[in-house]
């Protein structure tokens, strides 16, 4: 037993020194040489040539026209002609595993920062490190590549930072005369109100349990001051076990268990909760701001942007909980054949101008500090730069993901908790055991 | 081209059991080829086209189950050689809580659904054999549509029937008289049960569907299997004052046996690898505890990060299960013919 861990270690670490060898010797050139001609980039240089650009989320009016406006311009920078396709991103990472394996991947892609470790360690991505520090993108401070920086190398340039906060339905709270919550115990009394009210399959606060429901885990687990797990000398100890995280673990699970959420739906994901949203079905959930076109197509426009508001999620030991520390970076595909053109791509794109475009057309926080600063007066984006100041992270290793995502180690532990299959002590400690032989795999 | 034409001159001769004495030489010479060979030619073109596309990817399985495989080993562009791991892929298989209980789910789904399978099957073929020819063919032409439906389709259209809020099961359910829903399940609101959240009742509705689906293959070839029995038989039992059941277990079982045990193994077969309703119904692999061997051999092999290796240790494992299983059916199989 312990020898097979031994091995296994070896052979992660194998791999991991051979990823960065490999690195390094397949792409130097492109990343290098993107830097260098820089200047001479501007005219039509590279006419006539493709570029395939994948965005990812659903394509939405203020997105598209953003993307529009973006390729016209780089078009008219480089000649280069930009070919856009969406990726919705409950399925971003099956996409990923096909076009890394298949070879049949974009030049240049937008990603989840928290996703960018477990795509270096698979050598989809090429390093970018050269980009970062010239131009416009020697602005973005140095604290924001921390997911994107490994082994000295940066794979992926911050384009928006996005953090979590509450979605609710203004005009149900203005019909109902319910006060934004500003304590945990106010966010239960109007999810109860709502369901009174509204109807008993109206979820109040929507429970997520699908691939993203650690955003709204997190967000529980951290304000009680747990972590997910601590990396120790080399190795990662998990915390699952701490009284601190149980008590996050236990607000999470009792939102189906206190009945502000349903129990039939204990695998949802945010898109399947931003649906029945929609549909006048959830009163309050946890997102980011994204997801207001999507809520207005999706209800064929019977809800309303104006009838949606924000309020940050508050904590239960009080004050307001920490986010997640999220946001898109943007990152050329490890097996693109025009790496020059591709790190054009990613100059222009996350350029002031155009990334605090992107950031404020996406509902999305500018990864730039004067544009930042400037938004603490905005009564739509203060939420968010609020719990921005209290970003918080999941593990920062390359099998986060599937721990949080593919084996769903915590979404599992709930569901047991709530079917009554185990207490929360068993649970945790059990999911504490997979996360770390996960981590540490 | 020559080698069909070679077929075609050396077939005529074939059909004679080889090592008698021909009455004509004349397609020997012309072929040139020795009459023992010709079988053997004959099978090539069938095992080129079987080792392509069969033996070729088991053997990679087989090889891969050994080895540490990703994403950096199998892609085009440059790819790496995969690390040569030992058995640690299979060790960690079976250290894991989710193959011993994938390994429950498979062999108990697969027990249960067979058995139902079969028995449904024979009964509704033994009843379409009373029907009357159009009363038969109608039957048949109804069953036969539940067959044909695509698995991924009849995953979609079960779950949908139990879904918690607008499936139409719970719908039922609740305009039962209270006082029979509570004696029958002790509860009278079944209002938002949630069917796929837990194993017990995927593996109940999986159940329902692969019976829905597969008895009437079983059916119709039961039936095909009863119009070949002479119908003296069944005449002298009547005459013999014997019942029904003791006529189907003294007449129609023993004399459809080799139907039976093909039923038998290619349900066991279909059965014990069931992955596209079991996947669609669980609408992703989320609820592992009802994961079976497939389902977790494709999350292991194909879900980021892919870890190629131990989902290929599972697929070698449950081949190994099922060439046990119908290893040990044939045999038996075969022991009970020799007796007859």
Redesign the interface.
Known sequence: ?KI?KI??VT?AL??GV??CG?GET?EPAPAASAAESAPAAAGPKFAGQTLTMWRLGDSNPPAQAYMDDLNAEFQKVTGATVKLEWIPWPQV??K??AA????AGPDVTEIGNDQVP?WV????LSPITPLTSAGDQAQIPKNLFGLETIDGEVYAVPWGAGTRAVLYRKDWFDELKIEVPKTWDEVTAAAKKIQDEKG??VDGFAFN???DANHLLGAMAWSEGGDYAVKEGDKWVGKLTDPTFKAGFETYTSLVTGGLS??????QNTVDIRTRFANDKVGMYLTASWDIPGIETDSKGKVKADQLAFFPLPAKTGGEAPAFFGGNDIAVWG?TKNAELAGEYIKLATSKQWADRYAKDGGLLPVYPDTLASLASDPVQAPFAAAFAKARSFPAD??W??AG????VL??AA?SVI?GKASADEALATANKELEDILNQ | MTDTSIARRGGGSASAPSGRPRRSHRPQKASGLNPKLIPYVLLIPGLAVIAALLLYPMIQVFVISFQKVGIPQIRDVNPKPADWVGWENYTKVFENDIFWSSLRNTVSFAVIAVTLTLAVGTAVGVLLNQLSKRMSTLVIVGIMSAWAVPPVAQGVIWRWLFDAEAGIINWALNLLPDFLSNALFGRADWTGEPWTNEAFTIYLILILMVLWSSFPFVAVSVLAGLKGIPTELYEAARVDGSSPWRTFWQITFPLLKPVFAVLTILSIIWDFKVFSQLYTLMNGPTVREAFNLSVFSFSEAFKAPPKMGSGAAIAVILTIILLIVTAFYVRQMLKSEELR
């Open positions: 037993m097979v091995a296994g052979a194998a791999l051979a990823a490999g397949a990472n099956d990923f595993t890394a394996a298949g070879g477990l360690s698979q050598e989809a008993k399959d349990g699908g691939s349903g129990k039939s739906r204990l695998t097996t390359p099998n993901t599937e995502e593919t084996k769903a979404q599992n569901r079917e």
